[in-house]
């Protein structure tokens, strides 16, 4: 017994190790000057600027912008997304697991295309809206509100997709 006892916490010690250094293989994953754009980021989420971002960081941040009450248990869950403590290499592997998913930019570009025969680069916002709400995995209202925040229609109410689909892919808005 003694044996497979001391050997346990070695192999769970080597395993700790390489989750919380997380990989350094994700820097390949991004150009360089998305990796710029995410340290910018990283910095100003790292409000006391300890190079860990933390529940406090994220009450600050949050805070900022205008969300102040935000619960502490919702606060602790974004915190346990990660294996360990936030640090940059940790920060950009989660947004490297979150992007991982996603097709393509001109896959995605592709089924909207569908929805826009004239082929405009534009969709209406009352049609997009009835397809998430009602279609497959329907969106909330809270999600559809959260839609028109990040990307508005213009006056005459159409969606700029193209938009859309670089940021699911870039996680940034392009610069025109």
Not at 159 to 165: G, T
Request: glycine residues 6%; aromatic residues 10%; contains cysteine.
């Amino acid at each position: 017994m003694l044996p497979f006892s001391s050997q346990a916490p070695k192999k769970a010690k080597r395993r700790q190790q390489q989750g919380e250094g997380g990989s350094s293989n994700v820097f390949s994953m991004f150009e360089q000057s998305q990796i710029q754009e995410y340290k910018e980021a990283f910095t100003i989420i790292d409000q006391n600027r300890d190079g860990i971002i933390s529940k406090d960081d994220l009450r600050d941040v949050l805070a900022t912008m205008g969300q102040l009450n935000v619960k502490n248990e919702e606060l602790e869950a974004m915190v346990k997304e990660a294996s360990g403590p936030i640090n940059f290499t940790v920060f950009l592997t989660m947004f490297g697991e979150k992007l991982k998913g996603a097709d393509p930019e001109d896959v995605i570009v592709s089924a909207f295309k569908v929805l826009d025969p004239e082929a405009t680069g534009f969709i209406k916002k009352e049609f997009l809206e009835e397809l998430l709400t009602t279609q497959c995995d329907r969106f909330t209202p809270e999600e559809m509100t959260n839609l028109w925040a990040a990307f508005p229609p213009d006056v005459a109410g159409n969606v700029d997709y193209k938009n859309i689909c670089y940021v699911i892919t870039h996680g940034e808005e392009k610069e025109e």
